[in-house]
């Protein structure tokens, strides 16, 4: 979220720029995850469901 303004859009505008900046935000913790996680396993699953089992996950949870 570093570098987010809002001071110079209108109120739809800063909501779409905020929702998008969240949206980058969880993805790249997503993945940091999931390569901190899985990185070591010399052939990881990462097929959609496995990713979306591996987010849900109760470790990830109680970060």
Do not use: H
């Not at 001071?7 to 779409?16: L, V």
């Not at 995850?33 to 010399?42: C, M, N, R, V």
């Amino acid at each position: 979220m570093a570098g987010y303004s809002d001071d110079r859009w209108e109120a739809p505008q800063r909501a779409a720029r905020l929702a998008a900046a969240v949206k980058r935000y969880k993805t790249s913790e997503m993945l940091r995850f999931i390569f901190a996680t899985i990185a070591y396993d010399p052939d990881p699953d990462l097929t959609p469901l496995a990713v979306k089992r591996l987010c849900q996950s109760p470790v990830r949870q109680n970060r």
